[in-house]
């Protein structure tokens, strides 16, 4: 298998480019070398994917929880993985607010991955200690454990959510970002000092928005799950209804339209999801749906409806587009705006909110 050095030579090609090296030629080489070896040291042992009807491979089925502090990548790396996408993203963080399963079958093995929140250290509210509960609930019966981190990056944060894996469970650092670092001849040593801070069972870097590192991920995935028939079928990718996602698609567009100005706190509730069956033979099934955007003040409500009621327009078109297309149906959605003064710090109004 020639895997480590395509690995070697994708992460070189990938660099900032125009940017000239301040070492000497001897010594970049040496960085580098140095840099392909612990690359390829880590991937060597990468199995590939098991395939349908190998003898006496049998099925394989596992819990993997994807884990980090927020803003880490960890919702573009769930869709990946899974295929689709079924979590949202944004450059907001705590963008993911709830315990998201998705699920890939590939040959002989399914996979169940849990996305969970960004573990917060900053607010202690009612909502980030609801999350902050999901995420420890969620590393405490998987099989494996994926440790999201910045490649070439470790924090206080990232300290704090590592403290929160027990012992017994094996966890996998994942340094993502790749395709961010700009000064590759760093990450060598960086891979050196985060094995030498907690003994990783693996180390890979990656990029979620490549598909040969997502590969290999799996690859490194299968090994750790047990053989054992699949607890669903082959087809599915999610656990979450439709309604749910409804809610989601309607957050990621709200955050992703407003950017910084609105409070992290503002949700989404779904007041109304009704399904009618097609007229007519071709036709597709019509969801009805209404739903109310929560925010904390009056001026974060004329923000989201925007001029003349442009930004919620537009946050309806976009919401109900992608959601046609996930849920293959004609979408009709009706949008509101309420404003609940202090709701993330009222520990029921949280749970009216279906946040547990």
Known sequence: MNAPKKV?????????????????????????SDLDAMLEGLLK?????????????????????IVGKPNVGKSTLLNALVGQKISITS???????????GMRTEGQTQFVFV??????????????????????????????????VEAGSFTSADEKVLKLLGTGIPVVLVANK???????????????????????TEMIPLSAKNAKDIERLLGICEKFLPEQAWW?????????????????????????????????????????????????????RLLRIA???????????AMVIGDKGERIKRIGM????????LADAKVFLELWVKVRSGWADDEARVRSFGYE
Request: proline share 4%; net charge neutral.
């Open 115 to 148: 996305d969970t929140p960004g573990f917060q250290t900053i607010h202690g509210n009612a909502l980030n200690k609801s999350l902050n509960k999901a995420v420890q609930g969620a590393v405490s019966d998987v099989d494996l454990v994926l440790f999201v």
């Open 91 to 101: 450059r907001k963080a705590q963008t993911t607010r709830h315990r998201i399963t």
């Open 291 to 301: 739903a109310t955007i929560v925010v904390e003040r009056d001026g974060h409500k």
């Open 232 to 284: 669903y079928s082959e087809d599915e990718l999610t656990d979450r209804s439709e309604k749910f996602m409804a809610s989601e698609l309607v957050r990621e567009k709200l955050f992703r339209l407003t950017g910084d100005e609105l409070p992290y706190t503002s949700t989404v509730v779904i007041d109304k999801f009704e399904e009618e069956p097609p007229q007519k033979k071709g036709q597709k």
């Open 318 to 325: 976009e919401t109900r587009v992608e959601l046609e297309k």
């Open 45 to 65: 042992s990468t199995p590939k994917l098991a395939t349908p009807g190998t003898d006496g491979a049998g099925q394989r089925c596992g819990l993997v929880a």
């Open 178 to 200: 790749l395709d961010n670092v700009k000064e590759r001849a760093s990450l060598a040593p960086w891979l050196q000092a985060m094995q030498a801070r907690a003994k990783f």
């Open 8 to 32: 070697a030579a994708r992460a070189e090609s990938t660099g900032a480019k125009g940017q000239k090296d301040s070492q000497t030629p001897v010594e970049a080489v040496e960085v580098q």
